[in-house]
């Protein structure tokens, strides 16, 4: 066709019509066929995007002639250009997790971090990788809507968009740059639009993530099941069996509002990179337990005490089924928590959760509820407790205590219900026991 836009752009100039505008090149990109992932891969999450690409440089055209979607005529009149703006720039950084984020779990990817969900988002905390997309080239070639009859240009555009992208794989647990990948994307928008640039841009960047999840370089650095994953995996399964017996407090008497400094000197806020959540020691050598889902995969993450003092513990047991994990921290603590594995609990027994909700100054926040009932869950073939109360719960309150009324630990916090964005009361704690047992655990009270 490339005959034909000369021919006609000099038939333009003989006639004393506005010059040709030349279409910008670009590489054709090859769509991978997807691959099979027929087995687990390592969690990972989208960070967010960036760019290279300063602001106000050229990244499309309008050719007033051309082939596909430089029909001719198109963009005659009013020719121009396409430019990386603020616009672009927000429609990059702000629009990109829905595509990657589906992109990547249609393909069979154990992705986390839904953006649909907006409560308990501390479950992304499990993701060993990170990763984000940084844009470093973008060509494209639009045109604008003209009304034939009257030869006027609406603001409504059609065109294309070349992209490339690198995209970085970032371990959660070391903190270092793991991996660097690069791929290209083609996006088009083929209907006349306001925001076709934007769209276009999706379209491509789409296309790149899909060309990411079609590498089997990619697949085979996620793989959960080479060789030395699974015996990672085998090694810590092993590890993780064998019985670990503690020696905790003796079941405490005191009423909860004697006992009140006792039990905050225990409880601890844990953060790790992508987040925090809440903790309680269960012994006075520096054991303590929280969620798996707060820990994630890291192999160390960070308390903070009751007195702002933050010291790095080690991860050494998790149970993601049972969505417990077990720290040690390098201290002799001072004032651990009382855990009760055989209590008794029952309907309108009085409960309190304490923990770090929301933000990191919200430590050391107690909240006061009955027991709403007792539920039993079947998940993946395997019936899990579950204490269901009223008590007051947010993001960051996960695995934090649960204590009754006496101050001794009879769960900790894991989940609570949403219904339309909106809390609704009715939570779930993990019974202790059943904590303890899943990670082979057994607290025997000191001076037995």
Known sequence: M?????????????????ACTTPMEYPKVEQRPPLVVGHDTADFMFAGGTSKIPLGTEVGTLPNIGSDVRELGCGRVGEGAVEWGHRMQQSWTSNLGEVFYDTMKSAGYNIVGDPQRIFERGQDRNARYSIGARLVDLKGNFCQEINTWRQVASRRMKGEFYAKVEWEVYDVSARRIAKTFVTEGFGRQTSPAYEAAEQALAYAFGSAAANLAADPEFLAFLSADSPSATEAKASKAKDSDAE?????????????????????????????STGHGS??????????????????????????????????????RRDKARDVALFKAPIQVLRPLAVTPEAKVARLDEVYAIGTPLDLTLDSTVTKGVVSALRKVEERGRWLGYIQADVAVAPGNSGGPLVDRKANVIGLTVSGFVINGTPVGMNSFIPIGEGLKALHVTVTPEGR
């Open 279 to 316: 903790g309680f020691f269960i012994s006075r050598d520096g054991y303590g337990i929280t969620n798996a889902h707060v820990v994630g995969e890291a192999e160390t993450v960070m308390l903070r005490l009751r007195s702002g003092i933050e010291i790095e513990a080690k991860v050494l």
């Open 2 to 18: 490339d005959w034909l836009r000369r021919a006609v752009c000099a038939m333009a100039m003989l006639a004393g019509l506005p």
């Open 244 to 272: 670990f017996a503690l020696f905790g407090p003796k079941p405490s008497t005191k009423a909860m509002h004697d006992a009140i400094d006792v039990v905050l000197d225990g409880v601890v806020t844990v953060r790790q």
